[in-house]
Each structure stands twice: as structure tokens, then as C-alpha cells.
């Protein structure tokens, strides 16, 4: 299969439709961006990355990062995380305060807001820097050492961050924050605003299509770990839309309000697409036809 004109074909046919969506305006530095912007990038676990579009440009990764948060969390610490953060869809918005009162401050799962702050947590009582775990994994995996923060960004996300200061201030209540709240935003927030193009995500990204092993070989997390973050990345990755994005595309996956959705195609490779402008539950509109492209016309679902 020759996947570069693949890709290339993808490309052509989402940017030729329709478009739909609008970038995310309630973090203004995210307003700025260009919504006409699309990337893809499969990286295989056995041969050379391929790409179309933008797929080397960064952008504002947001909530894809927080795959990495709670791989690292999870490589040193999971059965207790699994008594802080439940595994569940969460059938709600990914910054919804909703669930958290009648279930005392335990959220839903690990990657709606109020759960990967509960991550960020613990990632500071096993590594100390948070922020610095996660950018030296996603350096290291993806083979670029100039990953870092679009201070830019975080500092929009800290001034207009008040619905998560408002998670974590309400879990806190509850006990279910080791250390306090403006420790757990500030490397939240930096995290989020990490700038990462397709082609890093997906190369970041191959120890979950590896089965927990990183690209020295190494194991981050065991075989029955990288199954586990893959289901869960299944079933509540995609905020709301999980079903919907199982449905039409079948590969686990992790989307962010930046227009970025890393999907792992275990055994294969991973797949990221990048399209700023993004459907009302905040996962990218083209990069949700694009992936469902792939998968159809590839056949690689996990179903």
C-alpha cells in the first residue's frame, strides 16, 4: 500500500468538502489560528514516517497530551490512581463540573479536564516536575528536542482557565488533590500549551501501538498496561463524542480543542491529523473525517 498516496488522497477529498467547525475562541490565543490548516502523519512501528499538509507545522497540542500524563503516571502507579479517577465515558462536556458533586469529587475518567488534573496530581508526587516528565517524554519518543511551551497560550489558558480552577478547587474540597490547586494548574495549563506537530505525535505516540515499549526498546508500560490505555483512550477519549468516533472511526484515540487527534493502531503505527476547526464537542471536524477515511479505506480498525 503505497500510504503517502493515501494520505495524500484523504487530504484532497476532506479540504475539498465543506468545511465545518470553528477553532476554539475561549482560549484566545487559539483563536488566532488558521482553521484551513490540515496535517496527517502515520507513523509505523517497522519503517519510515510518511505525511501530507501540514503535518510538520506545530500547534497547540492540549488535551492529546494528557495520553502522556497518565502513561507516565500509570508506568509507576496504577493501582492507586485507578481509587482517584474512575474509567468511565463521561457522557458530559470535557470541563463539565456536573458528575463531581453527587459522586464526591472522583471524576468520570482520566481524560476529561477534571480527571487529568487529578493526573497532573500524582505526576507531581512521582516526578516532582510535571511539566518537565511530560515534554522529556514526548522529546525523547519523538525525536525532536525543541518541543516546548507556546508561553503564549499557557498564559491565555491561566488568565480564562476559571472552569478548571473551578474543578480543581471542588475536588480539593473533597480530598482528591495531594497537593494545592494553583501547584496542579500552573503544570496543567504549561502542559496543554505544548506545541507538537502531526508527524511528533505520531512518532510520540508508537509506544502504545508497540505495546508499551519506547523507541529505545525500553518498556514503559507492560503489554496488559498499553492494552488498558488504549481502551480507555477508546471509550473516553474523544470527551462526548466517544461512541460517535468508535463508530466511524474504530481506532482508540485522544483529541484536543488545538484541532489534534492521536490515534494508536496497535501492532501498526499511529495516526495524528491536525484541523483547527472543531465540532461542538470539541474534537476536530476534519481531522474526524480523515481518520474515518483512512479506516475505511485501509481497513485498519481495531474492530
Known sequence: MDLKALLDSIARDVLAAPARGKVADYIPALAKVDAQKFGMAFAPVDGPLVGTGDFQVPFSAQSVMKTFALALVLAKDEDSLWSRVGREPSGTAFNSLVHLEYERGIPRNPFIN??????????????????????????????NPDIDVDMEVARSEAE?????????????????????????????????????????????????????????????????????????????????????????????GKSGVGGGILTILPGRGCLCVWGPAL???????????????FTTRTGWSIF
Open 114 to 143: 477534571a480527571g487529568a488534573l487529578v493526573v497532573i496530581d500524582r505526576l507531581i508526587g512521582l516526578y516532582g516536575d510535571a511539566l518537565d516528565a511530560v515534554r522529556t517524554l514526548v522529546r525523547t519518543e519523538s525525536g
Open 160 to 252: 480564562y482557565g476559571h472552569r478548571n480552577a473551578a474543578l480543581a478547587h471542588f475536588m480539593s474540597s473533597f480530598g482528591n488533590l495531594e497537593h494545592p490547586v494553583a501547584r496542579v494548574l500552573d503544570p496543567y495549563f504549561r502542559m496543554c500549551a505544548l506545541r507538537l506537530s502531526c508527524a511528533d505525535l505520531a512518532m510520540a505516540g508508537l509506544f502504545l501501538a508497540r505495546g508499551g515499549l519506547r523507541a529505545d526498546g525500553s518498556r514503559l508500560l507492560s503489554t496488559s498496561g498499553a492494552k488498558r490505555m488504549n481502551a480507555v483512550l477508546l471509550t473516553c477519549g474523544t470527551y462526548d463524542a466517544a461512541g460517535d468516533f468508535a463508530y466511524r472511526v474504530g481506532l482508540p
Open 279 to 293: 465540532d461542538k464537542s470539541g474534537n476536530s471536524a476534519r481531522g474526524v473525517d480523515g481518520l474515518d477515511e
